[in-house]
């Protein structure tokens, strides 16, 4: 099993990497071990994946274990009533290994998810996962564009973290209720990079790039990534982490592109550990102006 339970969360804000990047590359060690902590629960991968969407189980399979993740997000509902493409998932996927993120996918109202929360808390149970709390908060009653309420969030996971849940909410990336969220005492924060589906990439930067900034709780880009370029760009930015579906799911080869977001996550994450080459105003030679030929 990839997880385990490690103490608390450094939170201090985001480690941009220090003023010299050649220091960084002299003293950053590659192998040095560097979890994700979400609520004291510590995971090797920082790749989150789903299970919609697919062509097949066995595609979705063959995409998890590529993929390499920990996380993987499961709509209670769907599973529930048995919809297309959700018969057998939860036998198809290895519960001993995998940590399951019940999520509230097709919840319009607060009351409508904090029901469907309740009930993955059940299907965690049934599938081994007695102490599993976890829940992706989603209420979305825009049927047409699928972005978030954020009041209606904000009421479901108060009444959520009150209730022992742990908690991570989906939301427009907007700083202020990510604030708010995090005061309410969720786990994470899940902005979205650009609408679900929809594979148009970061078209938050600057307002992710703020929450970021400010959060004490791990900040997971949630929605809109369509390449692995995009996945390595969200965790330059400082993102602790990335769920990503369709953009596997619907890949022409998902286990392939499973393995190529996973590469992108950890090159992200590895740049901006490293810290990046300062930018300029103009050109800097690469190499020493003394000792030239003629000289």
């Known amino acids: 099993m990839r997880l385990m339970t490690s103490g608390p969360t450094r939170y201090g804000r985001r480690h941009h990497g220090p003023p010299n990047p050649f220091q960084a590359a002299l003293t950053t060690n590659p192998t040095a071990p560097d979890p994700l902590v979400i609520a004291g629960r510590s995971f090797n991968s920082r790749l989150m994946t789903g299970t919609g969407k ?117 939301i427009n990336a907007d700083p202020l209720l990510a604030k708010r969220l995090e005061e309410a005492g969720c786990a994470t924060v899940m902005p979205l990079g650009s609408p679900i589906g929809s594979g148009q990439g970061i078209r938050n930067a600057a307002n992710i790039a703020l929450i970021i900034e400010n959060a004490r709780v791990p900040v997971v880009v949630d929605a809109g990534i369509g390449v692995p370029s995009e996945a390595a760009q969200a965790m330059e930015m400082g993102a602790d982490a990335l769920l990503i579906n369709s953009a596997i799911a619907l890949a022409g080869d998902p286990p392939l592109m499973a393995q190529a977001m996973a590469q992108a996550c950890q090159a992200g994450r590895s740049a901006l550990k490293a810290g990046r080459l300062p930018r300029r105003q103009q050109a800097s030679p690469s190499s020493p102006e003394q000792g030239r030929v003629g000289q």
């Open 54 to 170: 697919y062509p097949s189980l066995a595609a979705m399979q063959a995409s998890i274990s590529a993929s390499g993740c920990d996380i993987v997000t499961v709509a209670v509902r769907r599973v529930q009533t048995q919809a297309a493409g959700h018969q057998g998932l939860m036998e198809a996927i290895d519960w001993s290994r995998i940590w399951m993120l019940p999520n509230t996918a097709g919840c319009a109202t607060a009351d409508e998810a904090i029901r469907v929360a309740r009930l993955g808390r059940e299907l965690a149970r049934l599938a081994g996962q007695e102490d599993n709390t976890f829940v992706k908060l989603e209420v979305i009653p825009d049927t047409r564009h699928l972005l978030p309420d954020p009041i209606g969030t904000l009421e479901a996971a108060e009444t959520l973290v009150k209730e022992g849940f742990t908690v991570l909410p989906y």
